[in-house]
């Protein structure tokens, strides 16, 4: 395995050796910079509109009572759902993409966004769940495709094209199965079924930020403590194999990771689309880094999403879009851009 020119190993006290690059390291700190920056400037819009300073001066405990309520109750929240859930998607979609070794290896892709969509729907449109119930049904419905992607996908291993081709099918599958529920819908679950698909942050409270952040407690240093049997497994199983990595182990351990931190986002925000797909490549070349990137593309997802979220509520006038609609336009077009730029490489 190459070392990157630009890496340096760091000793901990403990005897542990850690390689850092210098440039990734600087592209993470302007991340979080970006990321904090936009989630002021978004808990300052809105109708009651708060300078950047008064934010900041609240968020440390010194805000009037009046400022202290629009800030920490009622804005607050939606901006750490922001971007726990884009961290998520982020984290979710270059664990994707490093398993798979494709760039088109995102959950949008593989399905299972629609399949935590159809776990959703069906919670809405056949037993008119609560909020609490459409959550539990699209994290169901999350796991129960990821599932059905690995294990259709399943023979002597998991191997990366042939994921995202199952993935594909999947996707198609669980698509239809969506329609067909919108179909069987009355008016009133149907226009809540169409808001909740479509993505937004729009009334997120505290209820969704504790299990996000409790999830991303236990899945994030799960992921870290294996990014070196990740970055190992790039350079294909048999290699990896006699370099002492579990490789099978190592792959579902990470999709189920994956899976779980991409079922939770969208069981947060509705299927906020196209993040997954995004941000792992943004974070891969800003940071110019060859693996998997996974803090830079962690915290791109974050920075994304809050921005993208900023940009719904300022960028069109009086009228305010869904989060989902920015990503969906903006991914879109790099969904086409990548297409291009893969096919003139050859590789697809």
Not at 145 to 174: D, E, P, S
């Amino acid at each position: 395995m190459k070392t990157h020119p630009r890496s340096r190993a760091v000793r901990t006290p403990g005897g542990l050796s850690v390689r850092l690059d210098p440039r990734a390291l600087t592209v993470v700190v302007l991340l979080l910079v970006a990321a904090c920056a936009a989630g002021v400037a978004l808990i300052g819009t809105g109708d009651a509109r708060i300078p950047a300073a008064d934010v900041l001066r609240t968020l440390a405990g010194n805000g009037t009572a009046y400022q202290d309520f629009i800030v920490n109750e009622l804005r607050l929240p939606r901006v750490l759902v922001g971007l726990l859930v884009g961290a998520c998607l982020g984290l979710g979609g270059a664990l994707f993409q490093s398993i798979s070794r494709n760039p088109l290896g995102s959950p949008d892709v593989l399905g299972l966004s629609q399949g935590s969509t159809a776990g959703a729907l069906t919670v809405i449109v056949l037993l008119s769940g609560s909020a609490s119930q459409v959550t539990a049904g699209a994290l169901a419905g999350g796991l129960a495709t990821g599932l059905a992607v690995y294990l259709l996908a399943w023979k002597q291993g998991v191997h990366g094209y042939r994921m995202v081709l199952v993935g594909i099918g999947v996707n198609a599958v669980m698509t239809a199965v969506n329609g067909y529920l919108l179909t069987k819908a009355d008016l009133v679950d149907a226009a809540r079924a169409v808001v909740w698909m479509t993505g937004s942050l729009n009334g997120r409270d505290w209820a969704q930020v504790w299990p996000l952040l409790a999830l991303c407690v236990v899945l994030v240093p799960l992921v870290l403590v294996n990014a070196r049997g990740l970055r190992m497994m790039e350079m294909g199983d048999d290699i990896s194999h006699a370099l002492g990595v579990r490789v099978q182990w190592v792959r579902l351990l990470l999709m189920v990771s994956a899976v779980l931190l991409t079922a939770a986002a969208t069981a947060a925000a509705g299927p906020v689309s196209f993040v997954a797909l995004t941000a792992p490549q943004l974070a891969r070349r800003l940071t110019r880094s060859p693996g998997p990137n996974l803090v830079p593309s962690l915290c791109m997802g974050a920075t994304l999403l809050v921005a993208a979220d900023w940009a719904s509520q300022r960028a069109f006038g009086a009228d305010q879009l869904p989060v989902g609609v920015v990503t969906g336009v903006l991914g879109g077009a790099y969904l086409l851009w990548l297409l291009v730029t893969e096919r003139r490489a050859g590789r697809i």
